[in-house]
């Protein structure tokens, strides 16, 4: 799609606000590096401990500003710092411990250095605006603003143009067009070229990736124990309150009917037609009980077929748009599956939507699915609802659950899994 004039003049206008707002930044970068650095050497007679954890708190709180800016100009930068430790006491030896943790983390010295650094790099900021400032002093010239400086006996010097004449005022204005025209198109690459320097500098290095995707692996496998744990009471619970006592029944029954053979033939068939129909109701709910374990349309048919038919079960109007060039391994399908069916059941109980779309595809060696309802919106996952869960289930594969559903809707909700293809046989549009 095309970019409009106008849309590039907003571009222009809201990049330069953020260009000042770095260059102002810059500034407290300088306060930030002076008062750190005092009081970091003052931890040697351990007055500065006093402060540091405040200071380092301050710091990251405009690094993590800065990135969210570099995030804007499309460089994502990651939060480096190494995990805090559990469990720090709240007297002076949990104080210390977490100004250990703090000046034993590489993060903390490489922010010291951007911080250094930014005082004349973030200046960089202001370029937009003085380009602004700049066009806008040369159209003014343009418009008769030179009169009255050549009133009083001196020209104005625009560039190279000394501005006490009509003619030359219209050179000016040319020339502050081709500023401002600079001014369009600069802002984007000087931000760009700030992105750079903030990931150069506050990105994650080798080690503290290590360190975040140790503790990473660490939350997952204690999600996926919690969710297998979870999922085996679960199952114990509905075998014993469901077929299993189901089957008790039965065999009472059939002792019963032993009972009454030589007594009541009448009564002894009745009782064995109870009996029959409670064996049909015990298969049909180990039946569920294995179809909530592994749905046999998705072990059978794969997930495109599975998703279509979680859409023509569900009372909602489900359109299901799944395009996947082969079958998936079998937990990515199994955890994709029910997660869109919990979705289904949330946009049903709690979000009173209508319509529903699913969509599914696979991108750079991704499972992408989508899946939109019209309900009246305001989804959080922190609210302790069954988002929750489904994000702790994708984790377990490295997996993303991205919500975006403000009050009123539609609620969109994309989950993204790692996934290599077994083959190609499948195709599913």
């Not at 003619?167 to 760009?192: D, H, M, R, Y």
């Not at 070229?193 to 290095?205: E, I």
């Not at 994309?414 to 195709?427: G, H, Q, R, W, Y």
Request: proline share 5%; net charge positive.
């Amino acid at each position: 799609m095309p970019v409009t004039w106008r849309g590039r003049l907003g571009r222009a206008t809201l990049d330069t606000l953020v260009g000042v707002a770095i260059a102002t930044g810059a500034l407290l970068s300088v306060v930030l590096f002076v008062t750190t650095a005092y009081f970091i050497v003052l931890c040697l007679i351990g007055i500065g401990f006093l402060a540091l954890p405040y200071l380092t708190r301050a710091v990251r709180r405009l690094c993590d500003l800065n990135r969210r800016v570099a995030a804007r100009s499309g460089v994502p930068v990651e939060r480096p710092y190494r995990p805090e430790p559990e469990e720090i006491e709240k007297d002076i030896v949990g104080w210390m411990r977490r100004c250990k943790w703090i000046l034993t983390d590489p993060a903390t010295w490489r922010d010291l250095l951007w911080l250094l650094l930014n005082c004349v790099v973030g200046l960089a900021g202001f370029v937009p605006a003085a380009l602004l400032y700049y066009a806008g002093e040369g159209l003014f010239l343009a418009c008769g603003l030179w009169r009255p400086l050549a009133d009083g006996g001196q020209g104005r010097w625009y560039a190279s143009v000394t501005v006490e004449s009509w003619p030359a005022a219209f050179a000016a204005g040319l020339l502050a067009l081709v500023v401002l025209t600079g001014w369009l198109f600069l802002g984007p690459l000087v931000l760009k070229w700030y992105a750079y320097f903030v990931r150069f500098l506050l990105g994650p290095t080798r080690g503290s990736q290590l360190a975040s995707r140790v503790q990473h692996l660490s939350e997952t496998r204690s999600g996926a124990l919690d969710i297998q744990a979870a999922e085996l009471r679960r199952i114990e619970r509905d075998l014993h309150d469901g077929a299993q006592a189901r089957l008790v029944s039965l065999g009472l029954q059939l002792g019963a009917v032993d009972r009454k053979m030589n007594q009541d033939l009448e009564e002894a068939r009745r009782m064995l037609r109870q009996a029959r129909t409670s064996s049909v109701q015990a298969l049909r709910e180990l039946r569920d009980l294995v179809h909530g374990i592994h749905p046999p349309v998705l072990a059978e048919r794969g997930l495109a077929d599975a998703l279509r038919a979680l859409g023509l079960a569900s009372p909602l109007d489900v359109t299901a748009v799944v395009d996947l060039p082969g079958r998936l391994p079998d937990p990515v399908e199994s955890a994709v599956y029910f997660a869109v069916s919990e979705l289904l059941t949330n946009a049903l109980k709690h979000a009173d939507a209508r319509r529903v779309e699913i969509v599914a595809w696979c991108e750079d060696d991704t499972l992408r699915t989508r899946v939109t309802d019209d309900g009246r919106g305001g989804a959080d996952a922190s609210a302790g609802s069954g988002l929750a869960g489904i994000r702790r289930r994708l984790a377990s594969f490295d997996g993303i659950l991205e919500i975006n559903s403000p009050p009123g809707g539609p609620t969109v909700i994309n989950l993204e899994l790692p996934c290599a293809l077994s083959s190609p046989k499948t195709s599913s549009s």
